[in-house]
């Protein structure tokens, strides 16, 4: 978790704004935050209106301005980035959610039809949110018994306090929202039937397996590991091996939250080189500093196992050969196999999506949900967002998603009245 900007670091920050006409800042944030506007605000000394401004663009600032990954929004796009160090918005969203305590809005619930959202998570509280806001009355329906999604319980101990998303839900306090908790959403044809539109934004949670003997029962799911550990009745590793199989981010929060467990070494396996890593610097950064070592250009092609026991995995070296395809490909280098002394092994290779099949939403081949540019599925009156419809995998492009749904959902709802 990263240091609260102090209120002189914050009027620091506020005052190196150049507040560029064009704001390409705001243009590169995925709801768009009013950048320029916000600093104006906080140079202004009104930092209650600051804090009203982003939370209207972004129903999960709070969480945002914890974990949002600017370095490949606004930061990347602030004008100073290659001059004196983009300006930083992020902790600017985090000083003010925390310090300015702007009232919660109130709400009415104006309009006579009901939406439903399948799905807690970000991009259904955003939806949610922008319903209510809308003045429909909202249907929100969440497996779990309390709304986040991957935010409550999947995201490493060490580096995201979940307070901040209960700030993000205690603004609706008062919101048209019934949170019908701890209940699975059934037949999606039946919630069509009992309200004038769906936004269906359940994430992707099913285990992308590694595909290699003996896995299932001795190897780890990386989204189940972190969760026990959010839940409070994580495993103990204390003076353990721990290889992790992965690359991505959620694999680097499997490796902190391992040495938050206690492992004695904690070892990430991926198969392509450290150019190709799609993760987010700062937690590349972070693993580094806790320790983590990574093997690179390699992947698991076995379990070593006594009794019962890991007690090892073997890889095979990879190279990267250039298909012609987005990404060079591995290739397997038969002859260069070496073994990592494990005593567990965890899986962090990808989650794909559950697939509705009550109605048809022409999934076709593709890992993700096609949607059209105003998030509707093929199936009438049914939109979706988040994880299910995208890679790009955060927080504030699953908000995006939500706020975009519920316009038009509003512009269906209102073209039909006419
Ligand atoms: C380990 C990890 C770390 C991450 N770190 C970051 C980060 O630092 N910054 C960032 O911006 N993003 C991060 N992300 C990505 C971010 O968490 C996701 O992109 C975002 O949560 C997606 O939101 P969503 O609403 O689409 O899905 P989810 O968060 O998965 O929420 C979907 C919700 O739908 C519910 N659901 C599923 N099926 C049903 C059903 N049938 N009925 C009712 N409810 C159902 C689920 O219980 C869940 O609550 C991380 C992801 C992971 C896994
Ligand atoms: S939500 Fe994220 S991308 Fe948008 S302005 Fe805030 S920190 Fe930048």
Redesign the pocket.
Known sequence: MTDLLTPHGAHREAWRCLQCWDAPCTAACPVHVPIPEFIARLRGADPQGAEELVRSANPLISTCGE???DEQYCARACVLRGVEGPIRVRELHRFVTETAHAPWPTWTASRSKRVAV???????IACARELAALGYAVDV????TAA????RH??AVDRFAVDRLDRDLSALHGAPIAWHLGQ??GSLREILAAHAAAFY???T?EDILLGIPDEEGLVTSG?AF?REWRDGIGKDLTGKEVVVIGGG??SL?VTLTAVHAGAARVVLVYRRGPREMPVWRRELEEAATRGVAIEYYARPIALLVEAGRIRGVQCRRTRLVDQGARRPVPEDMPGFDFVLPAEEVIRAVGSSPARDEDVDLRWGSKATLPVSERMETAAPSLFAG???VSRE??????ASHGLRAARAIHHMLTEAAR
């Open positions: 974990i949002c990954p399948v799905g807690g998570g970000p991009a259904g329906y969440e497996r779990d986040g999604g991957i935010v999947n995201l699975a959403a934004a359940p994430g949670h989204m972190l981010n959620v929060d988040g994880d299910l995998g955060t927080v504030v492009a699953a």
